[in-house]
């Protein structure tokens, strides 16, 4: 976080955090500069690197063929862990074009209790008494 109004004159001068991602180095590399003035700030809390993980990739979770158009389909995903945040994206190819989906993300609950279908049931009445 950074608060470059109270600091500086005109308000802060413009100053910005100007962030640079670096995926196949696994690197943020961020400094701070104003347009108004043209300038950078060169300490080492204005201008500095972190690592980061930038390149996890996805893993295919399957592949569903010869969809037709219109329909729907449906994918499992197998052994999830609890309390942990998943997300996903799917691809549609007619085998010329390609169309990638937004990046989706959920996060699975602790001990979420298992699906129950009812396949028989039984009712019967104890200790009945005759009201008059």
């Known amino acids: 976080m950074a ?3 109270s600091g500086y004159t005109n308000g802060g ?3 910005l955090r100007i962030m640079q991602f670096l995926p196949a180095q696994n690197l943020l590399n961020i400094r701070t500069y104003s347009p108004y003035s043209n300038s950078s700030l060169t300490g080492s809390g204005s201008q ?3 690592p980061v993980n930038l390149s996890e990739e996805f893993t295919l979770l399957g592949t569903n063929s010869n969809v037709a158009s219109g329909s ?8 999830l862990d609890q ?4 997300e ?6 007619d085998g010329v074009n390609t169309t ?3 990046v989706w993300t959920f996060t699975t609950p602790a001990n979420s209790p298992l699906p129950v279908n ?3 049931f039984k009712a019967e009445a104890e200790n009945r008494k005759k009201l008059r």
């Open 83 to 86: 309390l942990t945040e998943y």
């Open 118 to 120: 009812i396949i028989s």
């Open 72 to 79: 729907q389909t449906c994918l499992q995903w197998p052994s």
């Open 3 to 5: 608060d470059y109004q």
């Open 88 to 93: 996903w994206y799917i691809e549609v190819t």
């Open 48 to 50: 500095f690197s972190l």
């Open 100 to 102: 990638t989906g937004p």
């Open 13 to 15: 001068n413009g100053y």
